[in-house]
């Protein structure tokens, strides 16, 4: 039974990443950008940033999650979200199809950067890795 919990926990992650990155591209689209740091990042997705231009206030339409989405991983750890330089308008440079942001569990390990991570828009659409 320890065998299959592991792939439905990556599902379960993989699952929430998706919601939150609809919610990202939600927000993107009211507010002409990814939430920045300043902005609080994913947690600007539940609660309204204070904005230094007001007319970007009136424009948050959040909440963005819907209520239950969790933001930690099966495992206790925070769901990691990092803005790449310059993505913040969702165009990045020579790449069209790449996302502008990492969304990313740090895994079991509860390290970032080893083999255990569970990335969104890191594979293929269609393509399920669960062999790790």
Known sequence: MR???RPR?????KADARQV????DTYRLNIGHYPTEQEGGLD???KKPTFENERLGEKWQGPYL???TTLDDPWGHKIRYELIAGG???AEAGN??????????VGPDGQPDTEDDIKHGAEPAGSENTGR
């Open 44 to 46: 600007a997705l539940s």
């Open 9 to 13: 926990r990556r599902a379960d992650v």
């Open 21 to 24: 990155a609809n919610a990202l």
């Open 66 to 68: 819907k209520p239950g």
């Open 3 to 5: 065998v299959a919990a």
């Open 96 to 105: 069209a199809s790449a996302l502008p942001y990492k969304l990313f569990s």
């Open 88 to 90: 913040g308008d969702g």
